[in-house]
Nanobody, 125 residues
Framework: LEQLVESGGDSVQAGGSLRLSCVVS????????VAWFREGPGKEREGVAF???????TYADSVKGRFTVSQDPDKNALYLDMNNLRPDDTALYLC???????????????????WGQGTQVTVSS
């Protein structure tokens, strides 16, 4: 059974930092394209960071320079380090996985097959 389980969400003040984790089971993370998405209040699901482990990660413009995505192959886990958090970063953060030879180019959530349940990040001003 393929599963993604996120953790690390919290309530923080603007300027603070958080590390989100996504633990993978049922498949080997490094063989997939993986991403962090978020759903803010009243907003559509938005891609935040994308990586497949072999190429440089890509980020949404709104988080470039503040967020960093990484993987730990030994733990089969994905991470999102978030710094200088802002109130508009408030959202449910979800990790997702996709497969396929061109998955590195995937950014639309409909192309990601496996999803976690999400972890809530709330940033107050």
């Amino acid at each position: 059974l393929e599963q993604l389980v996120e953790s690390g969400g919290d309530s923080v003040q603007a300027g603070g930092s958080l590390r989100l984790s996504c633990v993978v089971s049922g498949f080997i993370l490094k063989n997939y394209c993986v991403a962090w998405f978020r759903e803010g209040p009243g907003k559509e699901r938005e891609g935040v960071a994308f990586t497949n482990g072999d190429r440089d990660p890509t980020y949404a413009d709104s988080v470039k320079g503040r967020f960093t995505v990484s993987q730990d192959p030994d733990k089969n886990a994905l991470y999102l380090d978030m710094n200088n958090l802002r109130p508009d970063d408030t959202a449910l953060y979800l990790c997702a996985a996709a497969s396929g030879t061109r998955c590195y180019y995937y950014t639309h959530p409909s192309l990601f097959r496996v999803w976690g349940q999400g972890t809530q990040v709330t940033v107050s001003s």
